[in-house]
């Protein structure tokens, strides 16, 4: 037995070696270049779980290519524009309170404010619909869809305008078009199933989904029913809202379930679909959260439960995936990409690789700035201003970065905001805690 056992150790120690060129310690498999570079697809494409929380500073030669700004004077989508994709703003940066309204609702008003032709509006649960008139510096006009029997429902509205025109669906199933200046309804349809998306518009179709997360397209001229898609449903409902982002071809829909569509605009057909909740692997209803999905033509950019990903739109390919995760929305600037995460690390990467140019934590950037201790901050949400990073926190303050990520400024706007803030004509437009608007130039 003991001549056995030497003779399979001689065996063993002929074919081996302990030196780098053995398959001991590495591998003595020649693998290409291009076999190199599918593991590098693969890495990339399985990244831990674990929440990232690297401090990754920017390299000293690093520069940022100059970034358009641009002049904005229309907000007609609640989330800006049909890519959900913000811009650079031009921006006075005075941060002086320049307009104060009177109270325009005693009752909560929606986050989202809507901006057309020197008009402001604005809905709240009571369903009204208000437009504020900034050079009248009144309400011109209060309109309320709903009869008596609603009268003590909470209303949830979605909205969108186009040309003086509101298209409206809310959480009792109606979706109904409004001459909003006039208070006069061009159609209205009761659906049933309460709405629960924010509204597109492509042509003459309205694109929008409901609670049971079915897809519709509509014709916005009379409100009729052009098709609808069914996708999975979920039992639980959550604070994740199913969400819609354009581009001149595909509309792109992530439901409560974590799936992402691409579908065809003209002629609403699906496209490709993918799946983006990886924990129903292990928990079949677990809830999806995430944030908004932005376009930049060629890339959609959108967070799970504990990933972000980039996905080619044209093909449904997942790019790469990260492994933090945002409810905010990202901004795509050229080949930049911005996020805040859960964790509140200000993070930006080049979109075309995934290449991270820097991470921070923002909660030890402030208490290194203030020369305090280091506490989570309440971020509401965040833009690019005039090249600068400008983080909005929930107690009305503001964090000003250049968009190398250097904290520059911390300062307290003049009102207490309580809505999403807008840029109008280069100037910020929100709701304060009493529904009045207020303008800081």
Same mark, same amino acid.
């Given at each position: 037995?003991?001549?056995?056992?030497?003779?399979?150790?001689?065996?063993?120690?002929?074919?081996?070696?302990?030196?780098?060129?053995?398959?001991?310690?590495?591998?003595?498999?020649?693998?290409?270049?291009?076999?190199?570079?599918?593991?590098?697809?693969?890495?990339?494409?399985?990244?831990?779980?674990?929440?990232?929380?690297?401090?990754?500073?920017?390299?000293?030669?690093?520069?940022?290519?100059?970034?358009?700004?641009?002049?904005?004077?229309?907000?007609?989508?609640?989330?800006?524009?049909?890519?959900?994709?913000?811009?650079?703003?031009?921006?006075?940066?005075?941060?002086?309170?320049?307009?104060?309204?009177?109270?325009?609702?005693?009752?909560?008003?929606?986050?989202?404010?809507?901006?057309?032709?020197?008009?402001?509006?604005?809905?709240?649960?009571? !369903?009204?619909?208000?437009?504020?008139?900034?050079?009248?510096?009144?309400?011109?006009?209060?309109?309320?869809?709903?009869?008596?029997?609603?009268?003590?429902?909470?209303?949830?509205?979605?909205?969108?305008?186009?040309?003086?025109?509101?298209?409206?669906?809310?959480?009792?199933?109606?979706?109904?078009?409004?001459?909003?200046?006039?208070?006069?309804?061009?159609?209205?349809?009761?659906?049933?199933?309460?709405?629960?998306?924010?509204?597109?518009?492509?042509?003459?179709?309205?694109?929008?989904? /409901?609670?049971?997360?079915?897809?519709?397209?509509?014709?916005?001229?009379?409100?009729? +029913?052009?098709?609808?898609?069914?996708?999975?449903?979920?039992?639980?409902?959550?604070?994740?809202?199913?969400?819609?982002?354009?581009?001149?071809?595909?509309?792109?829909? +992530?439901?409560?379930?974590?799936?992402?569509?691409?579908?065809?605009?003209?002629?609403?057909?699906?496209?490709?679909?993918?799946?983006?909740?990886?924990?129903?692997?292990?928990?079949?209803?677990?809830?999806?959260?995430?944030?908004?999905?932005?376009?930049? !033509?060629?890339?959609?950019?959108?967070?799970?439960?504990?990933?972000?990903?980039?996905?080619?739109?044209?093909?449904?390919?997942?790019?790469?995936?990260?492994?933090?995760?945002?409810?905010?929305?990202?901004?795509?600037?050229?080949?930049?990409?911005?996020?805040?995460?859960?964790?509140?690390?200000?993070?930006?990467?080049?979109?075309?690789?995934?290449?991270?140019?820097?991470?921070?934590?923002?909660?030890?950037?402030?208490?290194?700035?203030?020369?305090?201790?280091?506490?989570?901050?309440?971020?509401? /949400?965040?833009?690019?201003?005039?090249?600068?990073?400008?983080?909005?926190?929930?107690?009305?303050?503001?964090?000003?970065?250049?968009?190398?990520?250097?904290?520059?400024?911390?300062?307290?706007?003049?009102?207490?905001?309580?809505?999403?803030?807008?840029?109008?004509?280069?100037?910020?437009?929100?709701?304060?805690?009493?529904?009045?608007?207020?303008?800081?130039?």
């Amino acid at each position: 037995m003991k001549l056995f056992t030497s003779l399979l150790i001689l065996i063993f120690l002929q074919n081996c070696s302990f030196d780098n060129k053995s398959g001991i310690w590495n591998s003595d498999v020649t693998i290409s270049k291009k076999e190199k570079d599918l593991f590098k697809d693969f890495e990339a494409l399985n990244v831990s779980s674990q929440e990232f929380k690297k401090i990754i500073p920017i390299q000293k030669d690093f520069k940022f290519n100059k970034i358009a700004s641009f002049d904005n004077n229309k907000w007609n989508d609640v989330l800006f524009n049909e890519s959900n994709n913000l811009k650079n703003f031009k921006y006075n940066e005075k941060f002086n309170l320049v307009f104060k309204s009177k109270k325009i609702s005693k009752f909560k008003i929606d986050d989202n404010l809507l901006f057309e032709k020197d008009n402001i509006l604005s809905t709240d649960q009571n !369903g009204n619909i208000i437009t504020f008139s900034i050079s009248e510096n009144e309400i011109i006009s209060k309109y309320n869809f709903y009869k008596k029997k609603y009268k003590k429902k909470k209303k949830k509205l979605n909205i969108i305008i186009e040309n003086d025109l509101a298209y409206v669906s809310d959480n009792l199933g109606y979706f109904y078009a409004l001459k909003y200046k006039e208070n006069k309804i061009l159609w209205a349809k009761k659906y049933e199933v309460a709405f629960r998306s924010n509204i597109k518009i492509y042509k003459d179709k309205l694109i929008t989904s /409901n609670q049971n997360n079915q897809l519709y397209f509509i014709n916005k001229n009379n409100g009729e +029913i052009l098709t609808i898609i069914p996708t999975e449903g979920t039992v639980i409902k959550n604070k994740f809202q199913n969400n819609i982002s354009l581009n001149d071809k595909l509309s792109f829909f +992530i439901n409560t379930f974590g799936s992402l569509y691409a579908i065809n605009n003209d002629n609403m057909r699906v496209i490709w679909f993918i799946n983006l909740n990886q924990s129903l692997d292990l928990n079949p209803s677990n809830i999806f959260t995430g944030n908004q999905i932005v376009n930049d !033509g060629n890339n959609l950019a959108i967070s799970s439960n504990e990933f972000t990903y980039i996905i080619d739109l044209n093909t449904g390919s997942t790019l790469y995936k990260k492994n933090f995760s945002s409810e905010l929305r990202p901004i795509i600037l050229n080949k930049y990409f911005f996020t805040i995460t859960k964790n509140n690390f200000l993070i930006s990467m080049n979109i075309n690789n995934g290449k991270i140019i820097y991470s921070y934590d923002l909660n030890l950037k402030i208490a290194e700035f203030l020369n305090i201790k280091k506490k989570d901050a309440d971020i509401k /949400n965040f833009m690019i201003l005039n090249g600068k990073i400008v983080i909005f926190l929930q107690n009305s303050f503001i964090l000003i970065s250049n968009i190398n990520g250097n904290l520059k400024q911390i300062r307290k706007l003049p009102t207490k905001i309580n809505s999403y803030p807008i840029i109008i004509d280069k100037t910020l437009l929100y709701l304060d805690k009493k529904n009045k608007i207020s303008i800081i130039d």
